[in-house]
Nanobody, 125 residues
Framework: QVQLVESGGGSVQPGGSLRLSCVVS????????IAWFRQAPGKEREFVAV????????LYADSVKGRFTISKDDAKKTIALQMNSLKPGDTGVYFC??????????????????WGQGTQVTVSS
């Protein structure tokens, strides 16, 4: 079993920054790929970024590439999502998710077996 708890959401003006954190607990942490997804009101949940269990690879949605950075601190079992140059379109609930199924498609939410409760991000002037 894996448990994930997100924090760091809030309200920010366009062009601002936020840093989200996801604390992971459970014995399989070291073998999990961890991703961030987001869901805006009335829209489907969408992939944002993923980091491989080894930290050797990161992948991003085109909409956030160059603005968001995903990273991990294995000693703290924490995954961070640094979000810069935020836009109103980045508004939504952000979820972190974990999977041990490395071979499955990384951007599909069905690939991930464990989810956090989400944290709200609002970008508005």
């Amino acid at each position: 079993q894996v448990q994930l708890v997100e924090s760091g959401g809030g309200s920010v003006q366009p062009g601002g920054s936020l840093r989200l954190s996801c604390v992971v607990s459970g014995r399989t942490y070291s073998s999990c790929n961890i991703a961030w997804f987001r869901q805006a009101p009335g829209k489907e949940r969408e992939f944002v970024a993923v980091i491989w269990w080894s930290g050797s690879a990161t992948l991003y949605a085109d909409s956030v590439k160059g603005r968001f950075t995903i990273s991990k601190d294995d000693a703290k079992k924490t995954i961070a999502l640094q979000m810069n140059s935020l836009k109103p379109g980045d508004t939504g609930v952000y979820f972190c998710a974990a999977t041990t199924r490395w071979g499955d498609v990384y951007y599909r939410n069905t690939t991930y077996d464990y989810w956090g409760q989400g944290t709200q991000v609002t970008v508005s002037s």
